[in-house]
C-alpha cells in the first residue's frame, strides 16, 4: 500500500492535479486488499470524488494486483468518469468488485463499462444501483452478458430500465450460466400485462444456475406472483427471492405456498410491504410446518396482518426450527402476538438479531418495539462504518452460511 500511495502521488504530480485527502487516508489504512472511497461517510474529511479524481485513481491502479475491492459509492462520478473507471475495468486482472452506487453515470456511462466488461475475466460483482442509465444503459449491460461469463453478481435497481431492458435481462439469463444474482427492482413500466414478471418466470424454468432474484417495486399482482410460482415449481436452484413492494395479496402468498410445499430450495423470501393479510400469512405458516421446508428467513414487514396470522406464524417457528430469521413490524402486533413473540425470543429459538421487534413490558403487558435489524441484501440505509453482516442487514450472512452462496469479496454489500 505504501508503494501504490508514492504511485498515486506521483500521478497526481503528473497530472497537476492536487491529492485527494479521502484517496490518501483511504491508501494509508486500507490493508485488505479493498478501497472504500465511498461519498457518505462523514467520518472522513474531504470532497466527494470527481471524474478528475477517478482518472488519477484509474491511472494509479492499473497494472495493480493488490486492490480486489472498489468501493466508489455517493461520489460524483459523470459518463466522463464512467470512461476511466471502463479503462480500468479492461486493463485490470485482479479487480473482483466495483460499487458504484448512486453516481450520476447515465446511458453513455453504461455502455463504455459494457463495452469494458466484454472481454473482462476478473470482475464478478457489479453494483449500478441509482445511476439513471435508462432503458439504453439497460440494453448495453443485458447485451454485455451474452459474451461476459465472470460476472455473478449484477444490481441494475433504481436505474430506471424500461420494459424492454428488464425483458432483456431476462433473455439473457436463460444461457447466461456465471451470473448467480440480479437485481432489477424499481424499472421504470407503463403497462399492466406484467411482461417483466412473464420473462423472468419462463428464465426460471430454464435457467439451473441463479440463486438470487430481486423483483422489488415490479407492481406485480397475484397474476404474476402464479406465472412465478408455476417456474419455481420447475426450478432447484433459487434460495433468495425477493418481491417487496408489490401489490400481492393472500392468493399470490396461497400460491408461494404450494411452492414451499413442493421441497422448495428457496431459504429467504421478502414480502415486505405487500398486502397478504391475516389469510396469507396463515398459508405461508402451513407451507412452514412441514419438515421439508428449508425457509430459514421470511419478511412480510406492513403487510396488514393480525392476530390470526402472526400467531400462526409463531406457531410455526416453534414447530419448525429451519425457519430462525422473522420480520413482522408494521403489522397489527395486539398483544398475544407481542406475548407470543416474546417467549420465542426469551426462550433462545429467535434470536434478538434475527428479527425487527424487541419485547417490552409496562404495567405488567407485554409490547413489542421496532428494532432496525432487516431483511434487505440491497438497501440505502447501509451503515456507513458497520462490518459486513451487521445484525441489521440479514441476508448477506443468511447466504454466506450456504456451502453454494456466492464467495464475493467480503466487503461488498450487493
Not at 447485451?143 to 424500461?162: H, K, R, W, Y
Not at 415486505?272 to 421470511?298: C, M, Q, T
Not at 426450527?321 to 407481542?338: A, D, F, M, Q, R
Request: hydrophobic share 40%; aromatic share 4%; with cysteine.
Amino acid at each position: 500500500m505504501v508503494d501504490l500511495m508514492n504511485r498515486y502521488l506521483s500521478v497526481c504530480a503528473e497530472a497537476q492535479q492536487p491529492p485527494n485527502t479521502c484517496v490518501l487516508k483511504v491508501l494509508e489504512d486500507s490493508s485488505d486488499g479493498s478501497l472504500k472511497l465511498t461519498g457518505n461517510d462523514q467520518l472522513k474529511h474531504g470532497d466527494r470524488l470527481t471524474d478528475d479524481d477517478v482518472l488519477v485513481l484509474s491511472k494509479t491502479l492499473v497494472g495493480n494486483s493488490a486492490i480486489k475491492g472498489l468501493d466508489l459509492r455517493y461520489n460524483c462520478i459523470t459518463d466522463k468518469g464512467a470512461v476511466y473507471v471502463a479503462h480500468l475495468i479492461q486493463e485490470s486482472e485482479s479487480l473482483q468488485s466495483l460499487d458504484l452506487m448512486c453516481n450520476n453515470i447515465e446511458a453513455d456511462g453504461a455502455e463504455v463499462i459494457a463495452k469494458s466488461l466484454h472481454k473482462n475475466k476478473s470482475l464478478k460483482s457489479l453494483r449500478m444501483t441509482g445511476n439513471k442509465i435508462g432503458n439504453k444503459g439497460g440494453m448495453q449491460l443485458a447485451a454485455m452478458l451474452q459474451t461476459n461469463v465472470t460476472l455473478e453478481e449484477v444490481d441494475v435497481s433504481d436505474c430506471d430500465l424500461a420494459t424492454q431492458s428488464v425483458i432483456a435481462f431476462a433473455i439473457v439469463l436463460k444461457n447466461n450460466k456465471g451470473i448467480r444474482a440480479i437485481n432489477v427492482s424499481r424499472p421504470l413500466l407503463f403497462s399492466l400485462q406484467e411482461e417483466t414478471t412473464v420473462h423472468m418466470a419462463q428464465m426460471l424454468v430454464v435457467n439451473k444456475t441463479l440463486r438470487e432474484l430481486h423483483m422489488g417495486k415490479h407492481d406485480m399482482t397475484d397474476t404474476g406472483v402464479e406465472r412465478l410460482c408455476e417456474a419455481l415449481k420447475l426450478n432447484a436452484s433459487l434460495r433468495y427471492l425477493d418481491l417487496r413492494c408489490n401489490r400481492i395479496t393472500r392468493d399470490g402468498a396461497k400460491c408461494l405456498s404450494e411452492v414451499l410445499k413442493q421441497n422448495s430450495s428457496l431459504e429467504i423470501l421478502d414480502l415486505s410491504f405487500n398486502r397478504i393479510e391475516d389469510d396469507g400469512a396463515v398459508y405461508l405458516s402451513e407451507a412452514i410446518k412441514l419438515p421439508h421446508s428449508k425457509l430459514k428467513a421470511l419478511s412480510i414487514t406492513s403487510n396488514n396482518i393480525g392476530k390470526e396470522g402472526l400467531m400462526s406464524l409463531s406457531e410455526a417457528m416453534r414447530v419448525n426450527s429451519c425457519l430462525t430469521h422473522i420480520y413482522i413490524w408494521g403489522n397489527k402486533l395486539e398483544e398475544p402476538v407481542c406475548m407470543a413473540f416474546s417467549q420465542l425470543i426469551s426462550s433462545g429459538q429467535l434470536l434478538g438479531e434475527h428479527t425487527d421487534v424487541s419485547p417490552y413490558e409496562v404495567d405488567g403487558r407485554v409490547f413489542l418495539a421496532e428494532a432496525s435489524h432487516g431483511l434487505r441484501r440491497h438497501y440505502y440505509w447501509t451503515s456507513r462504518y458497520g462490518a459486513y453482516g451487521d445484525s441489521s442487514n440479514s441476508a448477506p450472512a443468511l447466504m454466506a452460511s450456504d456451502s453454494l452462496a456466492l464467495q464475493i469479496y467480503p466487503d461488498s454489500h450487493l
